[in-house]
Nanobody, 114 residues
Framework: VQLQASGGGLVQPGGSLRLSCTAS????????MGWYRQAPGRQRELVAR???????NYADSVKGRFTISRDNAKNTVCLQMNSLKPEDTAVYYC?????????WGQGTLVTVSS
């Protein structure tokens, strides 16, 4: 299983980024998928989940600012992040949205700073 996240970078507060994650080695369409993040000195947390039926759930801290989507034909899950805040700074990862998770990929670093 490989989970390859990309799209991170340095952005000013209030800016936007779009993250993508491509999964290989799994039957993507039968898995709920999620985006997680880990900030320095903090535990990894789930920030957004999309089910196989495309129902979405968000952590309170990102609700209304982040949007998760999936493309089963491309084995890809995306995270559109708007109105970014310094506290969104973290390494972002994708994985299953629930249950026993796959091994973590490298993640993509998002830095929100002026």
């Amino acid at each position: 299983v490989q989970l390859q996240a990309s799209g991170g970078g340095l952005v000013q507060p209030g800016g936007s980024l779009r993250l993508s994650c491509t999964a290989s080695g799994i039957i993507f369409s039968i898995n709920d998928m999620g985006w997680y993040r880990q900030a320095p000195g903090r535990q990894r947390e789930l920030v957004a989940r999309i089910t196989i039926g495309e129902t979405t759930n968000y952590a309170d801290s990102v609700k209304g600012r982040f949007t998760i989507s999936r493309d089963n034909a491309k084995n890809t899950v995306c995270l559109q992040m708007n109105s970014l805040k310094p506290e969104d700074t973290a390494v972002y990862y994708c994985n299953k949205g629930r249950g026993r998770l796959y091994s973590w990929g490298q993640g993509t670093l998002v830095t929100v700073s002026s």
